[in-house]
């Protein structure tokens, strides 16, 4: 069964800093990867998707990388901005699965 | 607007009640879903469909009903039989093997 972790589980730090979340699978035999933002209160909202192909997404201050061999992606964010605060979510779909196997998520904080 | 709505945003339930939650979809998305959040913790599937009077159990189905005799709409029903019912359910849909799109959620808690 694909078990999904992201570690830390919450993130402060003050605004302008890059920082790195990261996220691990215990199943490298996944179809895509796919990062998310959760704002409190509501839905998920898709920031990056790596196909199983593909090494890294980008998508302006964001930089999505995925290593299969070793169950690892990270989510790197440039010059981080308070309205970047939000819980982010990694998931990852299993070849021939329909669903996604979810992260329990890192909470980050960005003080102004 | 194309998107995904869900309803209610709030829902209470009494003991030994079964309640509805809505989910309606009008991107012509082919698939949808079903997934739990609890407090500190990853979403999990419930149930999905893939096209319309079809649908298969996630990983915690148990407490729960679906149908699908529409393509845009997949109401899960949150029965008596689920004890613990206190969560945050989010619908999802999405076209073949593409991104999942989300709705706002809906949270139901017990009276």
């Known amino acids: 069964k694909q078990e999904v972790t992201q570690i830390p589980a919450a993130l402060s730090v003050p605004e302008g800093e890059n920082l790195v979340l990261n996220c691990s699978f215990t199943d490298s035999a996944i179809y895509n990867l796919q990062w998310f933002r959760q704002d409190p209160g509501k839905g998920l909202t898709s920031l990056l998707l790596?196909?199983?192909?593909?090494r890294e997404q980008t998508s302006g201050r964001l930089n999505a990388s995925l290593d299969k061999s070793s169950g690892r992606s990270t989510l790197y964010i440039a010059a981080s901005q308070p309205g970047d605060s939000a819980t982010y979510l990694c998931a990852v779909k299993r070849n021939g699965a329909n669903n996604l196997f979810f992260g329990t998520g890192t909470r980050l904080t960005v003080i102004p | 607007d194309g998107g995904i709505t869900q309803s209610p945003k709030y829902l209470f339930r009494k003991e030994g009640q079964n309640v509805t939650l809505s989910c309606e979809q009008n991107l012509n998305h082919d698939a949808m879903y079903w997934y739990r959040q609890d407090p500190g913790q990853g979403l999990r599937l419930i149930y999905y469909?893939?096209?319309?009077?079809?649908?298969q159990k996630g990983d915690i189905a148990e407490g729960y009903s679906v149908s699908r005799e529409k393509k845009e709409s997949f109401p899960l029903t949150v029965t008596s039989a689920q004890k613990n019912p206190t969560a945050f359910y989010l619908c999802?849909?999405?076209?073949?093997?593409?991104?999942?799109?989300f709705g706002d959620g809906t949270r139901l808690s017990i009276l």
């Open positions: 999802a849909s999405s076209p073949p093997n593409q991104p999942q799109h």
């Open positions: 790596i196909q199983s192909s593909q």
């Open positions: 469909s893939q096209i319309v009077n079809d649908f």
